[in-house]
């Protein structure tokens, strides 16, 4: 089947490896001039929600797929993009009774350590209630997953650079989509927070919500494992550590802010002292919907146009197994996308 996938960051990357994988024909349509969440992410892996110490949505079904989609991808590509590390999370006053309880109530027994640790975590990290250790985690290096995935595409002449405008530039039919004098079975959106109200998907309530992030340089502070505590602090390479990152859902622009360096330096400052210098601030949007779940599938009267969006700040770990969703359905037009990701949501009654 000759697909289209118009975007190429993390969804779009995940969704085209898959299909070429399976043999189909692909090509790939990217606006590299605009800002992509995938290149601004931190990259932290965490199957657990701390707030409410619970599993992520559905982790124990998403995890087999993205280690094995992540295994396959470095094997592909011929570069590491993922590296498992302990999450270590610092607890607050009272919180040890609730991370032994929630242990056993939601079954977190793959995820986490039920013990607590009352030894020092790092001389220069405030822990006075100790902390617990979350496993399965890690750093995802996906700047270089994008641009190696990237780097492919364009070797192989898969890629088309352009910012297209969907309701110009694609012709559809009930059969087929054309583009640029070819045609295709089936043209699939990837295009992250590019895709509020535009048509065909004018009904997804989207929530996008803005997110910056520091990278800070530190040869003193020389920590492996990830640290969170309202924020995290995530060991990459060469000393380098990203911090953040924030949330913010009223935003009228992409910019870094004075206001989001001083709340993450606030932050850092209540659980670590230690000599650092912030070499990078960098701003993104999340593509969020108003439920917080994926959007995946084709419009019933307009099956040959599909979507990939709203991966939100787990993108991760949600991606790979949200593209297998939507290649089900491309398979099979009998398979039922699960409903709480699935497109179909926004038009029940319409
Ligand atoms: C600050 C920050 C921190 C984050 N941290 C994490 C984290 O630690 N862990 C995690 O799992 N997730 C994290 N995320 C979320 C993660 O980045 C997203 O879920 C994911 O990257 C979304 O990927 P995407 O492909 O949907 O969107 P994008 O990466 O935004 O890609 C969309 C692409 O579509 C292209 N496009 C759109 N419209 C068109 C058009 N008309 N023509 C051509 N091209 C077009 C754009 O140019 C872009 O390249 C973070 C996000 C931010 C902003």
Aim: aromatic fraction near 12%; charge should be positive; proline fraction near 5%.
């Amino acid at each position: 089947m000759k697909t289209l996938i118009i975007g190429q960051g993390l969804a779009g990357t995940i969704l085209a490896f898959k299909l070429l994988q399976k043999g189909y024909s692909i090509t790939v349509i990217d606006d590299n001039n605009q800002q992509k969440a995938s290149l601004k992410a931190g990259g932290m892996v965490n199957p657990i929600v701390f707030r409410r110490m619970t599993k992520s949505w559905l982790i124990d079904g998403l995890y087999p797929d993205f280690l094995q989609t992540t295994h396959e991808l470095e094997k592909f590509l011929g570069h590491q993009f993922f590296y498992p590390t302990p999450i270590q999370r610092i607890l607050g006053a009272g919180e040890e009774l609730f991370w032994t309880r929630k242990y056993t109530e939601n079954g977190l027994e793959k995820y986490i350590d039920p013990r607590i640790s009352h030894t020092p975590i790092s001389p220069y990290i405030e822990s006075p209630y100790g902390y617990g250790t979350v496993h399965n985690g890690g750093w995802y290096d996906i700047q270089s997953l994008v641009s190696s995935f990237r780097q492919y595409l364009e070797t192989n002449g898969l890629l088309i650079h352009k910012n297209i405008d969907i309701s110009k530039d694609l012709k559809t039919d009930s059969n087929e989509v054309r583009f640029n004098n070819q045609t295709y079975q089936k043209v699939i959106l990837c295009q992250g927070s590019f895709s509020s109200n535009q048509q065909p998907f004018n009904q997804i309530k989207y929530k996008h919500t803005k997110g910056e992030i520091l990278t800070i340089n530190s040869p003193v502070f020389n920590h492996k494992e990830i640290i969170t505590k309202n924020l995290f602090i995530l060991p990459i390479h060469n000393q380098k550590y990203k911090v953040g990152s924030t949330y913010a859902w009223e935003y009228t622009d992409t910019n870094i802010t004075n206001e989001a360096k001083n709340e993450i330096i606030k932050k850092l400052k209540k659980i670590g002292r230690f000599p650092y210098s912030i070499i990078n601030q960098e701003a993104g949007i999340r593509p969020t919907t108003h439920d917080r779940r994926p959007v995946i599938g084709f419009l019933k009267n307009q099956p040959n146009i599909g979507i990939l969006n709203g991966l939100g700040s787990k993108g991760l770990l949600l991606a790979p197994w949200s593209a297998n969703q939507l290649i089900q359905k491309m398979e099979n037009n009998n398979f039922q996308i699960h409903p709480e990701v699935d497109v179909e949501r926004y038009y029940k009654g319409k």
